[in-house]
DNA sequence: GTCTATATGCGGATAGAC
DNA sequence: GTCTATCCGCATATAGAC
C-alpha cells in the first residue's frame, strides 16, 4: 500500500466495504476510519460519497471493457468459457454496482443511464458472440433463439452474485466462485452446441458437478 | 380502504411505497403520512421499522406457498405457464423483497434463514416438476441436465424483476410483466421439450416476440 | 387508538487550524 | 494534505396527553 496516494487508497478501501457490507450500510465516517484519515481529509479528496461511488464505477466500466471486446472475438466453446471467466472476475471485483442496483439507482440517478449503457452494451457482445458461434458451426440455433441466449447471459451476468447471497451457506461455497458462474452461463448455450465442442462441455460438466 | 383496520392500511401502504420506491428509500415517517395517521399512532401498532418488514416477509411467504404447490402438480407445458404465471405474479406484488435483498439481510439478519427456506423450497419444487415433465415425456432431459434446469428456474423467478431494472425503458416495457418473465422462464425449458409440448412454445414464442 | 411533541443518534458535509 | 471540532438534517423510536 505505500507509495500508493491517498485518493486511490480511499477507493481501494471504498471499493473493498461497499463490496463486503453493501453501498447503504458503509458510512464516510466508516471509510475514513478503515483508511487510517480523518472524516476532514477524506472530504478534501471526495467532496461527497457520490463521487467516491461514481469513481469506482468508471473504474468497473474499464475494467468490464475489454471483456465485453473479447467476447466479441470468440470462435470456439473455450473461448466463450475464457471471457466469461474473465467477466465474473470482473463483476466480482466490483459486486457492490450489481448487489444492490435498485438502491444505487434510486440513491444516484445519474447513474441509470451510463448503467443501462453498460447492461446494452453486455447484450450487444453477446449477441455476437453467439452469431459468430453459430456462424463457426458451434452453435445451431435460430436468430430468435440467439436472441433468447444474449438475453439469458446478461441477465445471468448481472444477477448471478446477487442470487449466490441466497443459497445457503454450504451450497453457496459451492456456487460462490467465478468459475461455477462461468459454468452456469455455458450450460445455457449447451443444448445448442453440436459437434465436438459438446465433448468441452462434458469435461468441465465433471468439473463443476462431480 | 374502508372497514379495513389501521394495521392493515399500514401493511398495504407500505408494501405499496417499498415495492415502488424500495425499502431503504421509505421512512417510517413517509409511511404514517401516506397512511393519513401519525407517526405516534403508526408506533402504537409496530413499535419498529422492522416489524412491518417482518409481517410483509410472512404475507409474501404465504403468498408464493400455493405457487410452489402447484408446481408439484404438473404434468404439460401449460400447467408450466400458468404456475410460471402465478408465481411471477406473487413476487410482483411483493418485488421490494427481491429488489434489494443484499440490503433488506443485511438490515434485518434474522430474515436470512427464512429467506434461503424460501429459496430452498422453490428449487425443489422446480426440481420437481422438471422431473415430472421428464416422466410424462414432455422433456427429455438427464438428472443432470434437470438438475441444471432447476436451478435456472429459481435464479429468473429470484432475480428477474431486478434485472429488468437495468434494461432501457422502452425494452423494459416490453419485458418488465409477469408474462414475458414466464415466457422468458419456458424458453429455458424449451431445448429439451420434445413432442406436440412443441407447439405450444411456438404459439408462445409467437405472442411474446412477434 | 390516536394525537403532538420530542429524545436520541447517525450520517453527510463543512470550517478553520496546522 | 491532514487534522479536530462541529453543524445540519433526517430517521427511528418514545413519552405522555386526549
Not at 457490507?21 to 479528496?45: C, F, K, Q, W
Not at 461514481?54 to 468497473?60: A, D, G, H, Y
Not at 456456487?175 to 459437434?195: E, Q
Amino acid at each position: 500500500m505505500a507509495g500508493t496516494s491517498t485518493r486511490d487508497r480511499i477507493l481501494e478501501v471504498s471499493l473493498e466495504l461497499f463490496n463486503r457490507e453493501g453501498m447503504a450500510a458503509v458510512s464516510t465516517h466508516r471509510i475514513a476510519t478503515e483508511t487510517d484519515i480523518s472524516p476532514g481529509n477524506l472530504h478534501y479528496h471526495f467532496k461527497t460519497k457520490q463521487q467516491i461511488v461514481t469513481w469506482l464505477f468508471r473504474r468497473f466500466e474499464g475494467r468490464i471493457a475489454p471483456c465485453l471486446e473479447a467476447a466479441t472475438g470468440v470462435s470456439a466453446i473455450d473461448d466463450v468459457w475464457l471471457t466469461l471467466h474473465m467477466t465474473f472476475e470482473a463483476i466480482d471485483a466490483f459486486r457492490f454496482v450489481y448487489r444492490d442496483i435498485a438502491f444505487l439507482l434510486h440513491e444516484y440517478p445519474e447513474l441509470e443511464e451510463p448503467a443501462q449503457t453498460l447492461v446494452m452494451a453486455n447484450l450487444i457482445a453477446s449477441r455476437e458472440l453467439c452469431a459468430r458461434l453459430a456462424a463457426a458451426g458451434v452453435l445451431k440455433a435460430s436468430i430468435e433463439d440467439i436472441e433468447m441466449l444474449a438475453l439469458q447471459m446478461v441477465f445471468t451476468t448481472t444477477c448471478w452474485f446477487s442470487f449466490t447471497r441466497l443459497t445457503p451457506r454450504n451450497a453457496r461455497s459451492k456456487h460462490a466462485g467465478p468459475g461455477f458462474a462461468a459454468y452456469y452461463t455455458l450450460t445455457l448455450l449447451s443444448p445448442y452446441v453440436v459437434g465436438e465442442a459438446r465433448d468441452y462441455l462434458n469435461y468441465l460438466r465433471g468439473k463443476y458437478l462431480g
